[in-house]
């Protein structure tokens, strides 16, 4: 069984860092491509970022220069590191199998960016 | 990169159809097969519906279809049930190698 689950969201405060994780499970995750996605409160999904099955990395403007997808293939997990964090960054974020479409999603974890 | 363009809400009585617009550009629906929909239920994680344009997963009902037509992608879903009220998510690939969803579409089972 497919399972992805984040973990690593909490409240933090603007300007702050944040890394989150996905571990998974259920299928071979280096030969698959990842991806984050997020939503904001009561908003639709905003694609963040993905990562190719050979480490080629892909990032919405919103977040350039300030978010760093990675992979540990040895650990099965997905990492998202967050820098210099905004108000506008709360939401919640999911991790997917996929990156041209998103096949599974993990049960996100919610990150508050806030004083 | 814009968002796709999809109506905010639709709505239909059980056993009808319903169909839910998503528009894009050149540059992402009209210029790959990797379109996707997303059903979401509230408090949940969106679950795929469609890839590829008008392709199922395994598991989910073929009361669920897709199309695409120049810039502009359809998902249909025939004998409509309450359990079908959600959100649904348009997505496509595009030109620059990243991923754009559109703002979603509120279902609502009269």
């Known amino acids: 069984e497919v399972q992805l689950l984040e973990s690593g969201g909490g409240l933090v405060q603007p300007g702050g860092s944040l890394r989150l994780s996905c571990a998974a499970s259920g299928f071979t995750f280096s030969s698959n491509a990842m991806t984050w996605v997020r939503q904001a409160p009561g908003k639709g999904l905003e694609w963040v970022s993905s990562i190719s099955s050979d480490d080629i990395t892909y990032n919405a403007d919103s977040v350039k220069g300030r978010f760093t997808i990675s992979r540990d293939n040895s650990k099965n997990t997905l990492y998202l590191q967050m820098n210099s964090l905004r108000a506008e960054d709360t939401a919640v974020y999911y991790c997917g199998r996929g990156r041209l479409q998103v096949g599974f999603w993990g049960q996100g974890t919610l990150v508050t960016v806030s004083s | 990169q814009s968002a796709l363009t999809q109506p905010a809400s639709v709505s239909g009585s059980p056993g009808q159809s319903i169909t839910i617009s998503c528009t894009g550009t050149?540059?992402?629906?009209?210029?790959?097969?990797?379109v996707s929909w997303y059903q979401q239920h509230p408090g949940k994680a969106p679950k795929l519906v469609i890839y590829d344009v008008s392709s199922r997963p395994s598991g989910v009902s073929n009361r669920f279809s897709g199309s695409k037509s120049g810039n502009a992608a359809s998902l249909t879903i025939s004998g409509l049930q309450a359990e079908d009220e959600a959100d649904y998510y348009c997505s496509s690939y595009t030109s620059t190698s990243t991923l754009v969803f559109g703002g979603g579409t509120k279902l609502t089972v009269l």
């Open positions: 050149s540059s992402d629906v009209d210029g790959y097969n990797y």
